[in-house]
């Protein structure tokens, strides 16, 4: 069982930069994938950036190409997704979710574990 735990939220303007954080206690996490999906008020859930298990292979939506990057820690068992150059688009609820041995998967469904999500608001 994995559980996942976000952190790193808030309010910025935009043009700010955040940091999110994806923690977990599970032993295994170097075996697992894991994606950052986000869900504005009134939206459905969509893809933003995923990172393989084994670090090397990460995928990330068009619209935060070149401004998002995802990375992972497996000593911290944790995943980061640094968000710059943040837009009033990117206000949502973001989430972590991971899938053992997965790639890096842009569908919802791919992913077996999830967390509460953490609320990114950017202010214009």
């Known amino acids: 069982q994995v559980q996942l735990v976000e952190s790193g939220g808030g309010l910025v303007q935009a043009g700010g930069s955040l940091r999110l954080s994806c923690a977990t206690s599970?032993?295994?996490?170097?075996?697992?994938?894991v994606g950052w999906f986000r869900q504005a008020l009134g939206e459905k859930r969509e893809f933003v950036a995923a990172i393989r298990w084994t670090g090397d292979i990460t995928n990330y939506a068009d619209s935060v190409k070149g401004r998002f990057a995802i990375s992972r820690d497996n000593a911290k068992n944790t995943v980061y997704l640094q968000m710059n150059s943040l837009k009033p688009e990117d206000t949502a609820v973001y989430y972590c979710?991971?899938?053992?041995?997965?790639?890096?998967?842009?569908?919802?469904?791919?992913?077996?574990?999830w967390g509460q999500g953490t609320q990114v608001t950017v202010s214009s």
């Open positions: 599970g032993r295994t996490f170097s075996t697992y994938t």
């Open positions: 979710a991971a899938a053992q041995y997965k790639a890096v998967g842009t569908e919802a469904r791919w992913y077996n574990y």
